[in-house]
């Protein structure tokens, strides 16, 4: 049997990318993202893998899908654009913070330190893509009857979720209480760099089903996304404000 | 302490038991007891920051009349305004120290001070101006009249750029096209004179300095304001038009948010009419006397909060991309705000801690508030 399908599926490609990129030097590695519109189903499984992974509570998304509407009737159709955060290489959000707990690390991605954040929220005006949101403390089981002790009840299902913290930034981070960060950071995604550091891509690349987001590092010349770059349709968004986003779409 | 100051006094004290309900509450759980969201993270908070920041800006008048152009009759005012910068900056810092999602960790404004961002110059200049009116204030009862001048002329710079740097914290947000405008910094110093102006005229009236010119005092004053409130509405409507015409989707609809939205009322009846024009036509008619100036500084500052309101919510009533704000359905995402009822209660507490201050201030350092201090006008 041969070592590649005959079909290679994407993803198998961005792993062998990412595994590339990993043994590079660190600091000459860029992360870029590229998501293909014309592939995109609309179907928010990106969105809820990325609830998923990051442990988002209620009213936090990193990486929603816009659902455009075009044209008039008869002659019309929809568009998708899920939109991540764009990891700027000239990010307005992390020059406006005070005490420079959002910086951009060595590949490129805009990450927040959630133990020196003060929750001023200057970066969520500042962010002109929306990327970023505040974490004000909501609870998914906020309005669940409790019955401790019961499986069904509050405390039961806030321990099997809510209280678990995810892994962001490869970080232990304490069981989510009502005091603790991120409660009352700004949060935004990230990459998925928890993912990353241990060999597996981010969490909206795997989960397409339409196999319609592409991760990898742009200074790799082999690379698939350097690849998808060459392509006529390339765009970014707001490209006018100077922001430079690591995220391209293919229109 | 008459009839009337007790009355005050109750109402003040009435308004910080209620209005602690609303603090607890903030201390406790941080922004969750407010009606924020991440489409508007900006609300009730900022304005009551802005406004009693503006307030504060009464004793920056006062310098500029005395120290910039030689008005030497209004150095008896100076006194009364240390105290009015100190009362009104504890209640703008206390104001959005509460509005902060993690207040604990103010200090790393010291530890980790990042000098890109308009917000740590905020700090740096609120902090202080807080500083040079504290100490102006021991000078001051101290009888040290060299140690006052000194620190009336470090006050002028240090003002002039707090007030100018809070306008500038909005300017630079590219992503607000109604806020990123050059005018904009220029307009924060017009509108902390202003209400800082006005502030001095209702309390000139109740605390009378001493001197024998006290009618020409309130009149040079009234003078004073009216020039502050007619260029203050002139590059407001600079603003408003230019922003109409310029084209630009976000900002039409963030203009038309306020001068035909909802909230027209408040833009055209509040804040043109009873802060706007009856204050211009009290100040601007013939024989205007310290109760006209101190009627017209009323009313500019009972209406400015809504002013400030119509400056800070409406401009983040879009989403940053179309469609964004039906991406994703959370009542934490929405764009529409309306604050709820901690952050009215916070917003009381500190308007009530204002009242205590002004109240309170001549018992605490009778030297600060002249011979007349047992005549109230007001």
């Known amino acids: ?106 590949q490129g991605v805009t990450v927040i330190d959630y133990n020196r954040c003060i929750g001023c929220r200057y970066c969520l005006s500042a962010c002109p893509y929306g990327a970023r949101t505040s974490d004000f403390g909501e609870w998914y089981t906020a309005k669940t009857a409790d019955a401790p002790g019961v499986l069904v009840g509050k405390t039961g299902a806030a321990q099997g979720y809510e209280e678990n913290p995810a892994a962001e930034y490869g970080k232990e981070w304490a069981a989510r209480s009502r005091r603790d960060s991120p409660i009352g950071n700004a949060r935004k ?55 430079k986003p690591a995220v391209y779409y293919l229109g | 302490m008459d009839a009337k100051r007790k009355m005050l006094m109750i109402l003040a004290l009435a308004g910080l038991a209620v209005g602690a309900f609303g603090v607890v509450e903030a201390l406790m759980h941080g922004t969750n007891a407010t009606a924020l969201t991440s489409s508007v ?11 009693f ?41 206390g104001a959005i120290a509460l509005d902060l999602g993690r207040w604990g960790r103010m200090y790393r404004f010291v530890l980790s001070p990042s000098l890109d961002s308009p917000m740590l110059w905020m700090f740096v200049f609120f902090t ?56 904009v910094p220029f307009q924060f110093v017009l509108a902390a004179l202003l209400t800082g102006g006005a502030l001095l005229a209702v309390l000139a009236l109740a605390f009378p300095p001493e001197g024998d010119d006290y009618d020409g005092l309130m009149r040079g004053l009234g003078k004073s304001i009216l020039f502050l409130l007619v260029v203050f509405l002139l590059v407001e409507a600079v603003t408003i038009t230019s922003g109409l015409k310029s084209g630009k989707a976000d900002v039409v609809v963030a203009i038309n ?6 909230r027209w009322w408040s833009f055209w009846i509040i804040h043109l009419v009873l802060g706007g024009l009856l204050p211009f036509l009290l100040l601007v008619k013939n024989g205007s006397g310290p109760r006209d100036v101190c009627q017209a500084g009323l009313l500019i500052l009972a209406t400015f909060p809504f002013a400030r309101y119509d400056f800070v919510i409406p401009a983040q009533g879009l989403p940053m991309l ?57």
């Not at chain 2, 009215?344 to 309170?360: K, Y």
């Open chain 1, 1 to 106: 049997m041969g070592r590649t399908l005959p079909i290679e599926d994407p993803l198998i490609r961005m792993q062998r990318d990412l595994k590339k990129a990993k043994a590079a030097d660190p600091a000459k590695v860029r992360w870029i993202m590229v998501i293909d519109q014309a592939k995109c189903a609309g179907c928010q499984a990106c969105t809820v893998a990325c609830v998923a992974e990051n442990k988002l509570p209620p009213g936090v998304v990193y990486r929603p899908v816009i659902d455009e509407e075009l044209g008039t009737y008869p002659s019309v159709r929809r568009r998708f654009l899920p939109r991540p955060c764009m990891q700027c290489d000239n990010p307005p959000c992390v020059g406006v913070c005070p005490v420079h707990a959002t910086t951009k690390n060595e």
């Open chain 1, 189 to 243: 995604c990230h990459f998925c760099l928890h993912r990353l550091a241990v060999g597996m891509l981010p969490a909206c690349v795997t989960t397409c089903i339409g196999r319609a987001t592409f991760f990898g590092d742009r200074n790799d010349p082999d690379a698939l996304v350097r690849e998808l770059l060459g392509s006529p349709r390339i765009h970014r968004l707001k490209e006018e404000m100077g922001t």
């Open chain 2, 41 to 51: 993270p900006w609300g009730l908070g900022v304005v009551v920051y802005l406004y």
């Open chain 2, 53 to 93: 920041l503006g307030l504060s800006a009464g004793a920056f008048l006062v310098s500029i009349l005395v120290y910039v152009f030689g008005l030497k009759r209004y150095e008896p005012l100076g006194k009364i305004a240390a105290w009015a910068v100190v009362v009104t900056e504890v209640c703008a810092g």
């Open chain 2, 128 to 183: 202080l101006l807080l500083v040079i009116y504290l100490l102006k204030i021991k000078a001051i009862t101290q009888g040290c009249d060299e140690c006052v001048r000194k620190l009336s002329i470090v006050a002028l710079p240090v003002g002039l750029l707090f007030y100018g740097t809070n306008g500038y914290f909005f300017s630079v947000l590219a992503s607000r096209p109604i806020w990123n405008n050059p005018l």
């Open chain 2, 257 to 262: 948010a306020v001068v035909c939205g909802p």
């Open chain 2, 322 to 378: 179309p469609g964004l704000d039906t991406a994703f359905i959370h009542p934490r995402l929405s764009l529409s705000y309306s604050p709820d009822m901690g952050e009215w209660l916070v917003t009381v507490f500190f308007l009530a801690l204002a009242l205590f201050g002004f109240l309170i201030g001549p018992k605490l350092i009778p030297a600060l508030f002249g011979s007349k201090e047992g005549d109230a006008h007001a």
